[in-house]
């Protein structure tokens, strides 16, 4: 039987149809091959995924073309694989070729459920892009259904053969290796990419008026997602993964950022009255920007006594306790913290606010753990040699904010 599926406003999305054979025990198998893939998609399907692969058997294909797919992507599904199955990675490196399907099949000894259209796995494609799909039921004792089927699988293990070097087998290793190559960049590397490439739009449609022929119609949101959840079920080697590719990937080994009086300061002065907690505050901006540095959001527990708001992304208050930041000769234990009503980051640390003045560099360096510290961290004092080389590393800003970081 062959039926319609689309969205944003059909009756159900792909995403919700995956999401429930997912969590069938009809199914034995799930294969997949997409173009693109991003953490905004995977979130949607990786719990559940998880589990089938604890019981079925999964194989999926993701292309990395044209910066469409994210590493943190391709490390969320192979975390929900959880090494039970297989995942791989597709490129050609002929010119003019991309590798564009978007096939997702479930299937058992009898029977097959495919799905053929336009969505990629990004929450755009699952949910509010405008996609259509041909959603194909076969049985398999049929003739006709039965070569379709064929048909269909034997693409899928051709997208998933590695003798031809177009198709690698995901590994640990292979994550790390094709960021520090440039071929999968993250999520920050795309959003500047994108960035970029808007702001130049938006120079050019200034420079010359442009009629807007179009209309903004609202379409029906994407499900939220309790992320951290998903981040839960992860084994380490995931994280892992992302610290040593942070590390790897060239210009992303430390952080820097300007002090304020927030940062500093003690709060009241006046006698009998209690000084501010010493906490030095991060923007989001500054920790979405490069999630892998901050270890985010896998080495995050949600504390489990929070009752406020969640964020857009479905984070409660997050925290990262006793993370080693070696400060001179002192190892320190700092615990961090993420809470969706402060909309920052902080880290709480007596010794870290005594070090520093309004206006010095706070500057945090990645270490591989080998010395018994996570992070190497100091505070670059105005009026320094080495003032002026980290402030020039400051080159993004903070809305409203006099705030100034980057990262080298």
Known sequence: MITIVDHPEGSKRLGELLAERL???????????????????????????????????????????????????????????????????????????????????????????????????????????????????LDRRDPTDGDVLAHIERLLDEWADGTKGTALEVTDKLIAELIESGDLPTEADINRRTKAITSRGEESRKAVEVKTFFSAVRVPAAPRVVSYEMAAAKKEVPAAVRAEAAKARPGVTGFVITLQKTDVGVGQTTAGTSRRSPELFLPVVCVRANPEFWGWPELFKPDQKYVGITDKDGYPKMDREGVRMRLGSETLSVNWWYNPDKKDYRMRSESLRSAGNIGDILRIELADGKSGFDYYVEIVPKGTSLFGKYLALCTETVRNSPKKWGYY
């Open 23 to 137: 969590q069938s025990d009809v199914w034995s198998s799930f294969r997949a091959a997409v173009a693109f893939a991003k953490r905004s998609g995977v979130k949607h399907i990786a719990r559940d995924l998880r589990a089938f692969a604890d019981r079925g058997n999964v194989k999926i294909s993701i292309g990395i073309d044209h910066c469409g797919t994210s590493a943190e992507a391709i490390a969320d599904l192979f975390a929900a694989i959880n090494l039970k199955g297989e995942l791989w990675v597709f490129h050609n490196q002929a010119p003019n070729t991309t590798f564009h399907p978007k096939v997702y099949l479930f299937g058992n000894a009898e029977a097959a459920e495919c799905f053929i259209g336009s969505g990629n796995l990004t929450e755009g494609g699952l949910f509010t892009n405008y996609e259509t799909f041909v959603h194909l039921s």
